[in-house]
Antibody
Framework: EVQLVESGGGLVQPGRSLRLSCAAS????????MHWVRQAPGKGLEWVSG????????AYADSVKGRFTISRDNAKNSLYLQMNSLRVEDTALYYC?????????????WGQGTLVTVSS | DIQMTQSPSSLSASVGDRVTITCRAS??????LNWYQQKPGKAPNLLIY???SLQSGVPSRFSGSGSGTDFTLTISSLQPEDFATYYC?????????FGQGTKVEIK
């Protein structure tokens, strides 16, 4: 059974940093691209970032480019999101999601999310 | 960036109704279009990928069609468990973008 478990969320002040983690199990992690998607309270889905199976291709939404860094450790079956210079508008539930393929953007499994609240 | 626009933003329907949701891309995305269902307090669930392929385990009452810029998600006979919010998403180019969502409510 595919499982994605996010952690690392919490309350943080504007301008500070936070690192999210996603622990994956139930599939061959290094065969698939992975993504982060967020959802602000009461709002729709926003794709944040994604990377291919070997981290050869990495992309970000314009809203986070230059502030967030996605990475993966295939030996640890883990995905990460380093979030710097956080803003109030980054407040959201952050989902880790698995791709159907090694490179792409069709998200077939999702975690339950970790909540990030940016507030002074 | 490619903009994805869904219509309607919300709709009310009864059990057994045929429901159609439309998604329009701001430029051609071939068939690189996915549909997701999200219920309150839950993570999204992939329904349809590459415009018309049914994800494993998804009931056959769900279907997708379209190519280029115009796409449709159809629920042939709405069931109680289908009341949710539906999102389209393009996987054609970076950054990946979602539509704003369509909330399907009980009439």
């Amino acid at each position: 059974e595919v499982q994605l478990v996010e952690s690392g969320g919490g309350l943080v002040q504007p301008g500070r940093s936070l690192r999210l983690s996603c622990a994956a199990s139930g599939f061959t992690f290094d065969d698939y691209a992975m993504h982060w998607v967020r959802q602000a309270p009461g709002k729709g889905l926003e794709w944040v970032s994604g990377l291919t199976w070997n981290s050869g291709n990495i992309a970000y939404a314009d809203s986070v480019k230059g502030r967030f860094t996605i990475s993966r450790d295939n030996a640890k079956n883990s995905l990460y999101l380093q979030m710097n210079s956080l803003r109030v508008e980054d407040t959201a539930l952050y989902y880790c999601a698995k791709d159907r393929r090694s490179a792409g953007a069709t998200l077939d499994y999702w975690g339950q999310g970790t909540l990030v609240t940016v507030s002074s | 960036d490619i903009q994805m626009t869904q219509s309607p933003s919300s709709l009310s329907a009864s059990v057994g109704d045929r429901v159609t949701i439309t998604c329009r891309a701001s430029q051609s995305i071939s068939n690189y279009l996915n549909w997701y269902q999200q219920k309150p307090g839950k993570a999204p669930n992939l329904l349809i990928y590459t415009a018309s392929s049914l994800q494993s385990g998804v009931p056959s009452r769900f279907s997708g069609s379209g190519s280029g810029t115009d796409f449709t998600l159809t629920i042939s006979s709405l069931q109680p468990e289908d009341f949710a919010t539906y999102y389209c998403q393009q996987s054609y180019s970076m950054p990946r973008t979602f539509g704003q969502g369509t909330k399907v409510e009980i009439k």
